[in-house]
């Protein structure tokens, strides 16, 4: 699944994942498991910052219409794919992104891709959490929240990857 | 004026992010203040299809308990029906049809969508403004009330669940007769607690709370929970009351919607205080 086609269908079955089952599990613990920031790593590498800013809030809109949080994922996506730029150009390789399409564990590696994505999920999950309480009082709250949710949602974007891209056509 | 863009050239990125951010950030630090409209939530028409067409999957997982919760429920009115009486006094009885009017109606509805572990959390009903629902009028199940409705579309309805922030339901204490007003703090979906019963009364443990009816939302004398712990507030002379819900909302499926026939009239007369 490359390509613009590749990139709409990831669009609506990540929105699809996310509203229909990962917003229907309560685990307790504040642990609230999101999946969608996947699709910023999707991507094209060199796509317009503007068109980035434009389909992360698509995304978060869609999001929050599903949900009833009245613009706070679509606020937590606009940071992100904020940041996706300057990560990137944090975590580049000695020989650049030259030689890869679309971002993903196998194409990078593990290693790149748990240090990339976790940083910008954490910056998603922080930023999120921060404006849903929005309360200096629940400062303990926040962080028990921010960061059990980041550890559980990116074991669960890890393994979706191992589930739904093989190996093969990743190459 | 060339500097000026200049420096919107040079900052062009950032504006457009900043842009786009002061419109979700506004847009949901208003929202629950003054709901704005049901679009772009789930009592929209396109979202409230495919979450009834979920829910339309998923309503079976909890079936058993539903029902005998609705049993129970029909069982304990079934009590109360004259045709289980017998009459003592054969001779004397009158009918006063006058002496009673009604005041509130009754819709039943179902929950097609709901959360519990959001700051704020909200349930979408499968019924809206084609049955006559407004915005303001409460939502209670046999086991406890459960919220208000808060904006509503052709077909569907969005309620605000006890699980906001403000929700401020007034409840009163059975048996001390003492009134407050219910909160909940963002954390435990069962818990919540009632600010503003002053230290002096006195209240016991596992008492019922039931619902005022001061503000002609809920009738008055509907379950809320029970008192679970008392505390003292440091520094002020008040309990912090945390009350067991008796609904469990992670399950709440069948509710009922009240209209309250007199509330125009009530909210009339309390706009103006001191005038006929």
Redesign the interface.
Known sequence: MNGIVGNIIQFFLLIAAQ??VF??I?L?F???PMVYPLFIMFLPIKIN??IL?ILS?AL??SI?????????H??AM??M??FRPIILKTFEPRDGYEMVESMNTYTMGFKWFVSAFGVLLLIHHTWFFI???FNIR?IF?ILQKTILSTVFSFILCILIQFIFISRRKAR | MRNLFAFFRRFQ??L??AG??I???S??FT??NFPHSQF???A?VV?GK??ET?NSF?KYWNLDGNNKNLQRENISLRNHQPLSFVRLQNQQFKIDDTLYQQQYQYISARVIHS??????N?F?LDIGKSQNIKPGMGVFTDNGIVGVIYSVSKHYS?VRSLLTENINVDVNIEESGAFGLLKWD??NPRRGFITGISNDMDVKKWSKVTTRGGSGIFPRGLNVGKIETIETVEGKPIWKIVVLFGEDF?KTQNVYVVRNLFLEEQQKLELKPGQE
């Open positions: 509203v229909l917003n229907n309560e307790g504040g642990i609230m910052i503007y800013l809030f978060g809109l929050d219409s599903f949900s009833d949080t009245f613009g706070i679509a606020s606009l940071i794919a904020y404006f849903e309480i629940e709250f | 990125v950032f457009v992010f786009l951010q419109f979700c950030l847009w949901y929202s629950l772009l939530s789930t929209s979202n495919i979450l979920r998923t959360t519990v572990n959001k700051q704020n909200f979408t969005l963002g954390k992670r």
